[in-house]
């Protein structure tokens, strides 16, 4: 069975930080393009993070840049998201996502492109 279960979220102050875990098993994820995304409810699916499966290639958001570093030990089949200087509007649900089908250097911000989905992880920030 494919899982990818996120951890490491919670509560926290403006300015504070937050490392977040996604932990994969059920098949062989060292080649696949991965990624961090958030939902507000209410509101679309946002690209947060990704990684290609060398980690050569990574991709942030224009809104994270500069605050948050995607990172993954594929030894270990987990993808960390380090998130710095938090503010109150990256408060979400925060979901990690894999993507078999990218090349091996290549990385992708479109959701839709994702396979294997976990089951998200609350990311609260307060002012």
């Known amino acids: 069975q494919v899982k990818l279960v996120e951890s490491g979220g919670g509560l926290v102050q403006a300015g504070g930080s937050l490392r977040l875990s996604c932990a994969a098993s059920?098949?062989?994820?060292?080649?696949?393009?991965m990624g961090w995304f958030r939902q507000v409810p209410g509101k679309e699916r946002e690209s947060v993070a990704a990684?290609?499966?060398?980690?050569?290639?990574?991709y942030y958001a224009d809104s994270v840049k500069g605050r948050f570093t995607i990172s993954r030990d594929n030894a270990k089949s987990t993808v960390f998201l380090q998130m710095n200087s938090l503010k109150p509007e990256d408060t979400a649900v925060y979901y990690c996502a894999a993507d078999p089908t990218r090349s091996y250097y290549s990385v992708s911000y479109y959701w839709p492109e994702y396979d294997y989905w976990g089951q998200g992880t609350q990311v609260t920030v307060s002012s």
């Open positions: 059920g098949r062989t994820f060292s080649r696949d393009a």
């Open positions: 990684i290609s499966g060398s980690g050569r290639s990574t």
